[in-house]
């Protein structure tokens, strides 16, 4: 295998290709359809990002096993054994549907079951969030660091997906959560990506993110861009993350972190 400052490179070459093939999408509406469950949405270009990406993906490093968002992905060996791919095609695919513009491809490599690479990429502003353990987070090519001063001085992120909004707990602990926080801090955002929420952790550009239910596809390369960052990603308990089964989230800089707890 290469170095691992060439392999992040690489990849990080590689989605800004994929990227391109969410700029070339035209009348995607007319592309969609729902996966299991209500308003679970998935267009043909999800599933051409996905392909593309695992056919690079793969001649980059034969021996990884992957897991992504669309069908036909899976870990066939434990994820404690050697390398895996952890990718989303289009983060944000409802605001792609839509047109916003807020939509990423996000690829993280699992070394030995642990984040070691992560790479988040919106084709629209051609912003790269790219991280690898221990050698700092960067957007482009300047290092970002997470915030360090508390709620009231920060913006505060937080996730939705409208196919849990019939699930009671799920509808009352977010917008529980919501009402105890919103007085504490500077104002609220959602951008409908969580792998760009918890990067704009990483560029200080808000500094607190929670949801309820993410996939380990939603947040596994920007879990790496946090931390990296110096922020701190865990379940909303306080637990480790895991990249096996779905968790809550919650990612911050680490004084609004701790706030989260005490408020």
């Known amino acids: 295998m290469n170095n691992s400052t060439d392999l992040k490179q690489q990849i990080m ?33 999800d599933v051409a990002v996905q392909t593309f990406l695992i056919k690079k993906l793969k001649e980059l490093l034969p021996e990884a096993s992957f897991i992504g968002e669309e069908a036909g992905l899976d870990s066939h060996k434990p994820l404690e054994d050697g390398y895996t791919f952890v990718i989303d095609p289009i983060d944000g695919t409802s605001n792609f549907i839509h047109g916003m513009m807020i939509s990423v491809i996000s690829i993280c ?26 050698k700092g987070a960067f957007v482009n090519d300047r290092k970002i660091s997470a915030r360090t001063d508390g709620l009231e001085h920060n913006l505060l992120s937080f996730g939705t997906s409208p196919y849990h909004r019939n699930e009671e707990y799920y509808f009352k602990g977010t917008f529980e959560t919501l009402e105890r926080l919103f007085p504490k ?19 200080g550009r808000t500094g607190l993110f929670f949801e309820l239910i993410l996939q380990p596809y939603d947040y596994a390369a920007a879990s790496v861009i946090v931390e990296e960052a110096g922020g701190v990603i865990t379940d909303m308990n306080g637990d480790p993350i895991r990249f096996d089964i779905p968790v809550s989230i919650l990612a911050g800089g680490p004084e609004c972190y701790r706030e989260f707890f005490e408020t």
């Open 13 to 45: 070459d590689i989605a800004r290709e994929a990227g391109s093939i969410m700029l070339s999408a035209h009348d995607i509406e007319k592309t969609q359809s729902e996966k299991a469950g209500d308003f679970n949405l998935v267009t043909e270009y």
């Open 185 to 203: 801090c500077l104002d609220l955002r959602r951008l409908g990506s969580a792998a760009l929420d918890i990067c704009y952790i990483a560029a």
């Open 109 to 134: 490599l699992l070394k030995d079951g642990k984040g070691y690479i992560g790479v988040v990429y919106n084709p629209y502003n051609g912003e790269m969030f790219h991280a690898e353990k221990g």
